[in-house]
């Protein structure tokens, strides 16, 4: 950490968007719900819990380190010590206090896991509470979230399960919240608003663990969400030194193709970092705070362009007002660049590239990061749609094969006709017919149902896993 720049190394060069630049208090948002600094909200009083939860006065209080042995909700980030996430410390006699700041203890984290399995069948309810009660106490918050919140409901939730399950695997752990709490700039996240969401938290666990909630298990929450808390929060210090929270980036071709489709080409504000084969959250201006994922279908480009396939999905929010309502000219916000699928471009095991829809977006990136970088290796990719007109790319890929004889290109439809040489049949039948990969490395983007048939088809094939690349699961 003492060797970043004490300074942003970046400077922003579209200025003139005003609406895009800051969100979070103090922003249009928070101003239209009439929260000020000078008009501070008052808490109202809530509502007693509905079920049993055992006295927790001692320790329930949210106030500075010390007294009751309590740790309380962070305020300031700590130096960045990864490990503490997840220390190990006994929790006994006079040395409570000193563990507490330290970092959970073995114990903590299966309490924690014992509560969190208790939470599962209730955590509909569980997060709708918490959220209630993190705008009640603090309404400035609000304006941090979308309009609509019911898609990501449950994503606190799950990211602390989460945390909670890689609690003994500090590196996985503070790998996972180094992304997230990147990932959290964008949302205009400050270290001051981890103690309110901390309280939040309490009060609905409080609530939604019945008998299960006692003072030992409101400890270990207290001590697990401050390591977290501590991590993400040095995370996001580290990562302001050297990176802005969100990119702009300017709409500078928006070609519409068959199938609901639009390849979308931005310039961005400055440079922006990621890997072929990684993908990109995504903001338009007609829908604040509502952020989704979208991979770049080009390697990193000298001329700093950065090219998008975005299918219109029926109702969907972002992706219609990418397809039908962008022009060029128009100002989107880009979060930090993530993901898994990348290729080694120092290594020769030949790639197996299997794309459904816009699924070939990631699959053409990592073509042109191997045609410009890489060492000369097989490259077989299998693109699929249900109707030939959906295979949008077609005419792309058939002109990278015909630069690059590493590279052979096959098409798939499950309807219909194929054209050609393509092929009839699901990917992943389709693929399954053209084994064996077993030496391969592959990759595989597109729909959700697709990705884990094709996935189920290459371990049968006997691909061992560690070769098999998706970002189905990724928690970001
Ligand atoms: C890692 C990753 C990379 C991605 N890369 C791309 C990409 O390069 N290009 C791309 O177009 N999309 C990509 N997506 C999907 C994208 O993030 C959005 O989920 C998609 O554009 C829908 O968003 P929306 O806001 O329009 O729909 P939402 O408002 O989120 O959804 C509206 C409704 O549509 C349904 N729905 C959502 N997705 C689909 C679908 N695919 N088909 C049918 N119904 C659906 C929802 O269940 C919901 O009922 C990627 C997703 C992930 C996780
Ligand atoms: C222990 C701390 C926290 C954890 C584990 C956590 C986890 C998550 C996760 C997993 C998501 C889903 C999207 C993503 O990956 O970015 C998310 C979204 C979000 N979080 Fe957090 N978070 C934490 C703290 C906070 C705090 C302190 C705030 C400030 C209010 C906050 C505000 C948000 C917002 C605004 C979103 C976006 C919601 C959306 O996209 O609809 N989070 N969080």
Request: aromatic residues 8%.
């Given at each position: ?9 970046y400077?922003p060069?579209?200025?003139?968007a ?10 249009a ?29 001692a ?12 740790p309380?909700?962070p305020?300031?980030?700590?130096p ?13 006699g ?6 507490a ?9 299966a ?13 509909d ?7 209630a ?6 309404p ?17 939730f ?16 503070t ?18 608003h981890?103690?309110p ?9 409080e ?6 909630w ?5 400890l ?19 990562d302001?030194?050297?990176a802005p ?7 500078v071709?928006?070609d519409?193709?068959?199938g ?5 080409t931005?310039?961005t504000?400055q ?19 509502v952020?989704?994922?979208?991979s ?5 480009r000298?001329?700093?362009?950065v ?7 029926p ?9 039908h ?11 930090p ?5 990348h ?34 290796r097989?490259v077989?990719?299998?693109?699929g ?15 990278l094969?015909?630069?690059?004889p ?7 439809v ?15 039948a389709v693929v ?19 990705i ?19 970002d189905?699961?990724d928690?970001?």
């Amino acid at each position: 950490m003492d060797n970043l720049p004490a300074r942003p190394t970046y400077a922003p060069i579209i200025t003139d968007a005003p609406g895009l630049n800051w969100v979070g208090p103090g922003d249009a948002w928070t101003r239209a719900w009439g929260v000020t600094a000078q008009q501070p909200y008052t808490s109202p009083v809530l509502p007693a819990p509905v079920l049993p939860a055992p006295a927790l006065s001692a320790a329930g209080t949210f106030g500075p380190a010390g007294g009751s042995g309590v740790p309380p909700m962070p305020s300031t980030p700590p130096p960045l010590v990864p490990q503490a996430a997840v220390a190990v410390l006994p929790l006994a006699g006079r040395a409570q206090a000193a563990a507490a700041q330290a970092g959970p203890t073995a114990a903590d984290i299966a309490l924690v896991r014992r509560s969190l399995g208790v939470l599962e069948s209730v955590a509909d309810r569980a997060t709708a509470h918490f959220y209630a009660v993190l705008f009640l106490r603090h309404p400035e918050l609000r304006a941090l979230f979308p309009a609509a919140m019911d898609l990501q409901r449950d994503r606190l939730f799950r990211a602390l399960l989460a945390a909670g399950q890689a609690a003994d695997n500090p590196a996985a752990l503070t790998e996972y919240l180094d992304r997230l709490a990147r990932g959290h700039r964008k949302y205009g996240v400050l270290n001051e608003h981890y103690g309110p969401v901390g309280e939040a938290l309490l009060t609905a666990l409080e609530r939604y663990c019945g008998r299960y909630w006692d003072p030992e298990t409101e400890l270990a929450w207290r001590r697990i969400y401050r390591a977290v808390s501590e991590v993400m929060m040095a995370s996001a210090e580290a990562d302001a030194r050297v990176a802005p929270a969100s990119w702009q980036a300017e709409v500078v071709a928006v070609d519409r193709r068959a199938g609901e489709v639009a390849v979308v080409t931005l310039r961005t504000d400055q440079r922006y970092p990621y890997l072929a084969g990684q993908y990109t959250t995504l903001e338009v201006p007609l829908w604040p705070r509502v952020w989704r994922h979208y991979s770049p279908a080009t390697a990193p480009r000298a001329d700093g362009l950065v090219t998008l396939h975005v299918k219109a999905v029926p109702a969907g929010w972002v992706s219609n007002a990418l397809v039908h309502r962008t022009n060029p000219g128009d100002v989107l916000r880009l979060g930090p660049a993530s993901g898994t699928m990348h290729v080694d471009l120092d290594g020769d095991a030949p790639l197996l590239l299997i794309g459904g829809g816009t699924g070939i977006a990631p699959l053409i990136a990592m073509v042109e990061a191997v045609a410009e970088h890489g060492r000369a290796r097989t490259v077989e990719v299998f693109y699929g749609a249900r109707r030939e007109q959906e295979l949008y790319a077609r005419e792309e890929l058939e002109a990278l094969a015909r630069r690059h004889p590493w590279l052979a290109v096959r098409t798939a439809v499950s309807e219909g006709r194929p054209e050609g040489a393509g092929f009839s049949g699901s990917l992943p039948a389709v693929v399954d017919r053209y084994g064996p990969w077993d030496e391969y490395e592959a990759f595989v983007s597109g729909p959700p149902a697709m990705i884990r048939r094709t996935v189920a088809v290459l371990r049968e094939e006997g691909v061992q896993g560690a070769r098999i690349h998706h970002d189905l699961a990724d928690p970001a």
